[in-house]
């Protein structure tokens, strides 16, 4: 069974909070693994640390990336996603409050699948992180995995 995982690499607990409660409202049930900062996230994604033994086989479907993170800065920790080959095709999504045209540019320049702002309205945030899931997770047609 092909497991369907999102990567939500968020700082914020209350945005985490929202974010899931969105993905379950919108009835997107796939499993979502929260990092919480950018080290945590490679960590996740590379199997190393904390993450050290599981099961690297099994990669997400889309992750979320916040731009400010802790320890390593989303524009970073995308950079790192892109430059190994076990991950460079991953979708990745920025999604982040900030409304700099520079974080724009740098995160399509690092190679984001897609850049959306976080609204501030609850059923705004609902439908686009609806629409997220329907996408990334129903729609899109994914590269092959390597055998």
Partial sequence: MNKKIILLIEDNPDDVELTVRAFRKGNVVNEIVVASDGAEALD????SGKYSGRDMSIMPEVILLDLKLPKVDGIEV??????????????????????????VMNSYKSGANSYIRKPVDFKQFLNAVSQLGL????????PPKKI
């Fill in 135 to 142: 996408y990334w997770l129903v729609l899109n047609e994914p």
């Fill in 44 to 47: 996740y994604l590379f199997g």
């Fill in 78 to 103: 995308l950079r790192r996603i892109r430059a190994d080959e076990r991950t460079s095709l991953l979708p990745v999504v920025i999604l982040t409050t900030s409304k700099e045209e520079n974080d």
